[in-house]
């Protein structure tokens, strides 16, 4: 078993994966776990066990929400949602996409979204992924509508006071 992924993801994320020993807690309180290909603890299984194209390629890392209820959970104090984080990054460093169709582009668009003004604004993220994927989320449209009415998806984006934070943090985790 080649153990160069398990290394190099742990080290990536600064989460030490041999203290998992599959308790399920993590997969337990995830929410969005029911659908995802492969749970979180089955995701940190297969590094441990060397599946570096299984994982990148799989929809799990791109399902993940980081909501931090795995690491909350965990016996172990292993932050998943660091890990989901870092396998995402090396699958875009690799040119590895997931099998459900679009769903880096969305990822992206999340991203750019908060790197814009540091927090996600669902109109023109949704507006940036509709553009570049040219996938105009059909089933989507009514309950964004209703949403919209009830004022939960506001037309402008509110931005965070300290902009130049976050043009220093997004700087320096895109640094090499």
């Given amino acids: 078993m080649d153990s160069s992924f398990l290394e ?3 080290k990536r994320s600064g989460e030490n994966l041999n203290l998992c020993y599959q308790c ?4 337990a309180g995830c929410p969005t776990a029911p659908n995802m290909e492969f749970r979180p603890n089955s995701i940190i299984r ?3 066990m060397g599946k570096k194209q299984e994982v990148l390629e799989s929809s799990a890392i791109w399902f993940c ?6 690491g909350t959970r965990c016996p172990n104090e292993i932050h998943i949602g660091v890990v989901m984080d870092t396998l995402r990054e090396i699958a875009m460093e690799e040119g590895i996409h997931a099998k459900e169709k679009n769903i880096h582009l ?10 814009r003004g540091g927090r996600a604004h669902e109109v023109t993220m949704l507006m ?10 059909k089933g989507s449209l009514i ?6 009415l009830k004022g ?25």
């Avoid at 399920?24 to 997969?27: D, F, I, M």
């Avoid at 929400?65 to 795995?70: A, E, L």
């Avoid at 940036?128 to 989320?137: A, K, N, P, Q, V």
């Avoid at 931005?159 to 943090?169: A, C, L, N, Q, S």
């Fill in 8 to 10: 190099a993801v742990s």
């Fill in 24 to 27: 399920l807690k993590c997969t």
């Fill in 46 to 48: 297969m590094i441990q």
């Fill in 65 to 70: 929400v980081y909501c931090q209820t795995c």
């Fill in 106 to 115: 969305f990822h992206e668009a999340f991203i750019q979204s908060v790197r």
């Fill in 128 to 137: 940036e992924y509709i553009l570049r994927s040219r996938d105009m989320m």
């Fill in 143 to 148: 309950p964004g509508v209703k949403l919209f």
């Fill in 152 to 176: 939960k998806f506001p037309l402008l984006p509110s931005f965070v006071k300290e902009k130049g934070d976050i043009k220093r943090i997004f700087e320096k985790c895109t640094k090499k």
